[in-house]
């Protein structure tokens, strides 16, 4: 090959000229790199530029699929209610039944929550909520429950309180996360049921230090402002 015959001129040395003596120069030269050294090199070379460039692919490729992994918290429906009548379950000590208007023509829903034990009657009368509106019914001792009061609670359940809309929030708005104000259709009760999307969603909804409740670190908002709980920062909600 050419370049195993070439040299490299690493410079040229002047010679200081004497009485006599014609002009010259002389230059000093170095052998090239071996055929082994260049390849060497361009392997090197190589495997850099494919480490730049696959470290960039599966940068791109990350974030799509940790998007992907945030289920769809709107296929759930999320409503703000408030209870126009509660009273003690008739066969279970620790159950309330509630009746909570959320706007709908057919009026109030009868609902179930085991609340006896953390929130005093007389502070669940006329207390403004947020529920679940697309859950499947169920029989609790007898009364059928159409849907659940979203409450916060510490990591002993020791403690529960349930979130708290804002003054101004309207009676059977959905609520929304950040600025998603815009929703799509939440899904049919047996969707919910079927495809489990309220226990997938249910782990990514906490109350944060400010004691605003959120989804995946986004704030539960209504019309009126940021839904809340009245201490417990850093809780589940369920």
């Not at 015959?5 to 009485?19: D, F, I, S």
């Not at 706007?103 to 007389?122: D, M, N």
Request: hydrophobic share 40%; proline share 7%.
């Amino acid at each position: 090959m050419a370049a195993l015959a070439c040299c490299r001129t690493l410079g040229t040395a002047a010679v200081k000229l004497q009485p006599g003596m014609r002009s010259s120069t002389r230059t000093a030269w170095a052998p090239c790199p071996t055929q082994r050294q260049l390849v060497a090199a361009a392997a090197d070379s190589y495997r850099q530029r494919r480490s730049v460039v696959l470290s960039a692919a599966e940068t791109e490729a990350a974030a799509p699929a940790a998007a992907a992994s945030v289920p769809d918290v709107t296929k759930v429906d999320l409503r703000v209610g408030r209870i126009v009548s509660c009273e003690k379950h008739p066969d279970a000590d620790a159950l309330y039944v509630e009746q909570i208007d959320v706007g709908e023509a057919e009026g109030p829903r009868t609902i179930v929550s085991g609340l006896v034990k953390y929130v005093p009657l007389e502070e669940m009368q006329d207390r403004s909520v947020v529920i679940i509106a697309n859950l499947k019914p169920r029989n609790m001792r007898g009364v059928k429950s159409n849907g659940m009061v979203l409450c916060a609670s510490n990591a002993e359940h020791t403690e529960v309180e349930p979130l708290s809309p804002p003054e101004g929030a309207a009676v059977g708005e959905r609520v929304w996360f950040g600025d998603n104000a815009e929703q799509g259709e939440p899904a049919k009760p047996n969707q919910v049921d079927k495809k489990k999307m309220w226990e997938e969603v249910q782990p990514l909804l906490r109350t944060d230090d400010a004691l605003v409740a959120g989804f995946n670190g986004s704030p539960m908002m209504t019309s009126g402002g940021p839904v809340t709980v009245a201490s417990l920062g850093g809780a589940s909600i369920s």
